[in-house]
């Protein structure tokens, strides 16, 4: 059964760091999404992305945050200069144009020291 | 925006047992998914039900949209059952989640 793939399972990054987090959607999804889960809080939608652009994203996702889908299968999210505040769970998400299940990847986790 | 209320916040159950979560929600949605988060922080699809009933092995749902509710069903528990439980809605694709019930099933 097509899954959708997330790596790293965990990446521990320094205050100030660049990190992406990578997810491999469903081949034959065109929607996308990132969720983030605080330790111990709800998961919150981050940012959707459709034909190659941000379709709709919260108010978490500031000027820190970017997602891009540089080939035919990555989608990535960015966050420019962490804190410790980043660190949670992160969950990558595909949908088909055909209906409205997403598809949840493990998640990767993201440890700021 | 649509809320999404879940209880029990807390369950402890011995082996074997049934349970029944519940998730609660504010409006009218197109998607309803359960999942299960296990205790390493992976989420695992259960079951996407925006309507109806489905069962899969030990595990069914039935959410009833024109009352706004959902329930999930365990039956005869096992330790690996442990974990948080959530259920997600959405209306408009961006899903909105619930707090969670917390399952702990003791040997």
């Known amino acids: 059964e097509p899954e959708v793939t997330q790596t790293p399972s965990h990446q521990v990054t320094q205050m100030g760091q660049e990190v992406i987090l990578r997810c491999v959607p469903i081949?034959?999804?065109?929607?996308f999404y990132w969720y983030r889960q605080i330790l111990g809080q709800k998961v919150e939608f981050l940012v959707s992305?459709?034909?190659?652009?941000?379709?709709?994203k919260s108010e978490i996702f500031d000027d820190q945050f970017s997602v891009e889908r540089p080939d035919g299968s990555n989608f990535t999210l960015k966050i420019r200069s962490t804190k410790l505040e980043d660190s949670a769970m992160y969950f990558c998400?595909?949908?088909?144009?055909?209906?409205?299940?997403?598809?949840f990847g493990q998640g990767t986790r993201l440890t700021v020291v | 925006g649509i809320q999404v209320e879940q209880s029990p916040p807390d369950l402890i159950l011995q082996e074997g047992a049934n349970s029944t979560l519940r998730c609660n929600f504010s409006?009218?949605?197109?998607?309803l998914q359960w999942f299960h988060q296990n205790p390493w922080g992976q989420l695992i699809n259960l079951f996407y039900?925006?309507?109806?009933?489905k069962q899969n092995g030990r595990l069914s749902a039935t959410t009833v949209a024109t009352e706004r509710y959902s329930l999930l069903y365990i039956s005869s528990s096992q330790t690996t059952d442990s974990g948080v439980y959530f259920c997600?809605?959405?209306?408009?694709?961006?899903?909105?989640w619930g707090a969670g019930t917390k399952l702990i099933i003791k040997p």
């Open positions: 998400a595909s949908r088909s144009d055909r209906g409205t299940e997403a598809f």
């Open positions: 081949s034959n999804h065109l929607y």
């Open positions: 992305f459709y034909n190659n652009e941000i379709s709709e």
């Open positions: 409006d009218s949605v197109n998607n």
């Open positions: 039900i925006p309507s109806g009933t």
């Open positions: 997600a809605v959405a209306l408009n694709y961006q899903l909105i």
